[in-house]
């Protein structure tokens, strides 16, 4: 085991040439040592750490030797953590074995007194290595209240990230401000820092909201300035509050800027304003005069302006006061006949076997495709597409009908004996998992918002993945939809905006992957995807690469997808 010997000198070099990189939880699968699920958990002892599963739950960790941890997450919360540095324990000038292979992610060197993080060189002007110490951070909730004299958060301020926690219990990093109170003789005093993602420190004294050009920034009374002139975010006002308009220049937040929304949420406790981002809900009610987030009857069982409706998605809001929709179609159903498919809409329907009549039970039939006519995008061209068995895709698609949709959702599409099949098919599931009532287990899809969203189990122990946005993520070939299962095998799924879950089939790709790499999700990571930097500029890289597994192609159904194998 690691020793936990911290040399003095190294730590020198440390204060010395330390980054402003973002500082986040240990992964639980680091810790570990190998891929961590919460059933390797039972309620033991006393917390020594915390670590973040790819479920995007926090667990406290009470034994970093052997791995042991408490079973239940942390609850619904915000919460301050202590990230201890790493520390290091020096191996003089024996290059370690394994230097060519684990440098990037095991061992550092002093290189003319700059300590090189992730560089694999064995040109080292001094030729002193360093192991980096796994597993032995002392990773601590902070309390916010102490009798204490002194402040306890003035010498470890640069090491505070912050947490917001769902009610489901997943948790993502956020920034914010909080407020330390402590005692001196008998005398309530606070400290003000603000956290970022890259630590925390002193927050500066702000100035009197003027409802324009300090929007976001702090306010006279330590708290957030917001877009009503004299309004903001405090601690002595606890609650949701909509931070919209232009920012100030020195906020530490930023506006979404993406899919309609351009607010945020920031909610207030007695000692922390964080943006919230495990707020999601639809149309709440905004008083125009304090900015505050309140619900619908407020606006008559209350007192507060609330004119103007917000819809938020994980903090990120919209203005929906004024929406507009697409009546449903009143006297007839679709109609695929003809040749302007009248009173259809885009997506997919499925109708009786050789007939345009839409399917009303859970039987199988003929799936057809509705899209715009390229040339008059006003008028919606369907096509059967099982007359070409081929063209059926293999997957989750969303019932486009709405005159049976509330009873089947989801056109279930898969293969029977080498022939592809679709049927119209109700969802009961409600979670992810490996068994159990009302349980989706890997490749099957479940609903845990009443039939809103429909998600993807890939392996049987995350939260699952929904729709909404283009993406792809590895799944266990677990035998779903009639592909062959293959024990430690992947196979590729994409996901599109309208919310349907595709396999990727041969027929689908252009240019074949030896490697595909993912984040402790299995979501695709590829040069174009816009998050590529949360995983590329930290070191070391937190990428997961699967290779091409292609023994099994030409056998089985290795001539219809492509396997992949953790690498």
Same mark, same amino acid.
Request: charged share 20%; with cysteine; net charge negative.
């Given at each position: ?61 009470? !034994? ?43 061992? #550092? ?73 402590? /005692? ?10 603000? @956290? ?13 909201? /003027? ?119 009143? !006297? ?16 997919? #329907? ?15 039939? /003929? ?16 096509? !059967? ?24 959702? @989801? ?44 998600? @993807? ?42 919310? !349907? ?67």
């Amino acid at each position: 085991m690691y020793s936990k010997k911290f040399f003095s000198i190294l730590s020198l070099l440390l204060a010395g040439f330390a980054l402003a990189t973002d500082i986040t939880l240990p992964s639980c699968d680091t810790l570990k040592g190998s891929a961590f699920t919460s059933s390797d958990c039972e309620d033991t002892e006393t917390t020594v750490t915390h670590c973040i599963g790819s479920d995007k739950k926090i667990y406290e960790v009470t !034994n970093t030797e052997t791995f042991a941890c408490n079973t239940t997450p942390l609850a619904k919360n915000v919460y301050i953590f202590n990230v201890p540095e790493d520390t290091y324990t020096s191996l003089g000038a024996s290059k370690p074995s394994d230097w060519d292979t684990d440098c990037t992610t095991k061992y #550092y060197s002093d290189d003319a007194g700059t300590l090189a993080t992730g560089e694999c060189t064995s040109n080292w002007a001094d030729n002193s290595f360093y192991q980096k110490n796994v597993g032995i951070k002392n990773v601590k909730v902070v309390s916010l209240t102490t009798e204490d004299d002194t402040d306890p958060l003035d010498s470890i301020a640069g090491r505070l990230v912050m947490y917001v926690c769902d009610a489901q219990k997943e948790c993502k990093q956020t920034i914010g401000y909080i407020k330390m109170d402590y /005692d001196t003789d008998n005398t309530l005093r606070s400290s003000y820092y603000k @956290i970022l993602a890259t630590g925390g420190a002193i927050a500066d004294a702000g100035s009197a909201c /003027d409802g324009s050009t300090n929007i976001g920034d702090v306010s006279g009374t330590r708290g957030v300035c917001l877009s009503v002139s004299g309004k903001s975010v405090e601690f002595s006002a606890p609650g949701d509050y909509l931070l919209d308009g232009t920012l100030a220049g020195g906020s530490i937040f930023t506006l979404p800027s993406s899919n309609g929304n351009n607010a945020l949420v920031l909610t207030a406790t007695s000692n922390v304003i964080y943006y919230n981002k495990a707020f999601t809900q639809t149309d709440y009610c905004v008083d125009n005069a304090t900015k505050k987030i309140e619900v619908k009857t407020s606006q008559v069982c209350g007192t507060n302006n609330c004119e103007k409706y917000f819809s938020c998605t994980s903090g990120d809001c919209q203005d929906t006061t004024n929406e507009s929709c697409t009546p449903q179609p009143t !006297n007839n159903d679709c109609n695929l006949a003809t040749s302007d498919a009248q009173n259809c809409d885009k997506g997919y #329907y499925l109708a009786d076997a050789g007939t345009t009549t839409l399917v009303d039970d859970g039987e199988e039939g /003929d799936l057809y495709e509705c899209k715009e006519n390229e040339v008059t995008p006003a008028q919606i061209d369907c096509t !059967n597409i099982s007359e070409t068995n081929k063209n059926i895709p293999l997957g989750y698609l969303i019932n486009a009908d709405y005159q049976h949709n509330s009873d089947y959702p @989801i056109i279930e599409c898969y293969l029977n004996q080498g022939t592809r099949k679709c049927k119209a098919v109700d969802v009961t599931d409600i979670s992810c998992g490996t068994s159990g009532t009302n349980v989706a287990t890997a490749g099957k899809i479940f609903s845990n918002d009443g039939k809103t969203t429909f998600k @993807i189990c890939l392996d049987g122990t995350n939260s699952g993945i929904k729709g909404g946005a283009a993406l792809s993520y590895l799944m266990n070939a677990s035998g779903t939809l009639g592909i062959t299962a293959k024990a430690d095998n992947f196979i590729v799924v994409n996901i599109d905006t309208a919310g !349907n879950i595709k396999i990727e089939l041969k027929d689908d790709v252009t240019t074949v992957n030896k490697y595909k790499f993912t984040n402790n999700n299995k979501k695709i990571i590829t040069r174009d995807s816009t998050d590529k930097d949360t995983y590329c500029t930290v070191d070391p890289i937190t990428l997961v690469d699967y290779k091409l597994n292609k023994c099994e192609d030409g056998v089985a159904d290795g001539d219809l997808v492509y396997y992949y194998k953790s690498a």
